[in-house]
């Protein structure tokens, strides 16, 4: 069974930190990979990754993936209290026939003051 | 350009009635993807369509379940003869072509079912 699997559940830091999510995925027909960032709202979209050792990055966002180790990290540096939120991972197949993303549980962060 | 939008953002049922759940897709977008979000689990696809077709509903429940994405209109879900175990968020995304392409996701339908 597909399955894709974040760590840590939830984390605590404080303002200027930096973290690391992670996950991992086990998926047939493996596609790309993509990042979410999910307050109290849309799932907004962060992140699409395709190909290994290619970072992608975005101001104090940068995520990469591994295709032979089957996992992509997400990387905050210097966190704000606006990066408080439900970091999500999700997976699409490469089947033309769905369009369906697999999702990790998520990653809830809290960046205190 | 305006992105995702769901309508109502919560809606109240009692037990045995119909939720009806809307969703336009951003302008452009002709694939829309139905997801739910139980309490303090992850997003679970539902059901993908393209314009008057449905193309993947492996995650739709069997019974009291159906979606539908008209040509003119929004695309709708419905539910009936709710019960308590259909309180969830659902979300509904949409893309420009299909799979594997990124989908953007709309606010929500916060669904309470009494």
């Known amino acids: 069974e597909d399955k894709v699997v974040q760590s840590p559940l939830s984390l605590v830091v404080h303002e200027g930190d930096t973290v690391t999510l992670n996950c991992s995925y086990e998926?047939?027909?493996?596609?790309?990979l993509l990042w979410y960032k999910q307050e109290k709202k849309a799932p907004t979209f962060l992140f699409m990754l395709?190909?290994?050792?290619i970072e992608k990055k975005s101001g104090r966002l940068s995520s990469i993936l591994d295709k032979k180790e089957l996992f992509s990290i997400l990387n905050i540096t210097a966190t704000q209290t606006g990066d408080s939120a439900v970091y999500l991972c999700a997976v699409a197949r490469g089947s033309s026939n769905t369009g369906k993303l697999i999702f990790g549980q998520g990653t809830t962060l809290q960046v205190k003051p | 350009n305006a992105g995702v939008m769901q309508n109502p953002r919560h809606l109240v049922r009692r037990r045995g009635q119909e939720a009806r759940l809307r969703c336009s897709p951003m302008k452009g977008h002709s694939h829309v993807y139905w997801y739910r979000q139980l309490p303090e689990e992850g997003l679970k696809f539902m059901v993908y369509?393209?314009?008057?077709?449905?193309?993947?509903e492996s995650g739709m429940p069997k019974e009291r379940f159906s979606a539908e994405f008209p040509k003119e209109g929004p695309s709708i879900l419905r539910i009936q003869q709710v019960v308590r175990g259909d309180s969830a968020a659902y979300f509904c995304?949409?893309?420009?072509?299909?799979?594997?392409?990124?989908?953007?996701f709309g606010p929500g339908t916060r669904l309470t079912v009494l």
């Open positions: 998926v047939t027909n493996f596609r790309s």
């Open positions: 395709t190909s290994s050792g």
């Open positions: 995304a949409s893309s420009p072509l299909g799979s594997g392409t990124t989908q953007y």
């Open positions: 369509l393209q314009k008057e077709n449905i193309i993947d």
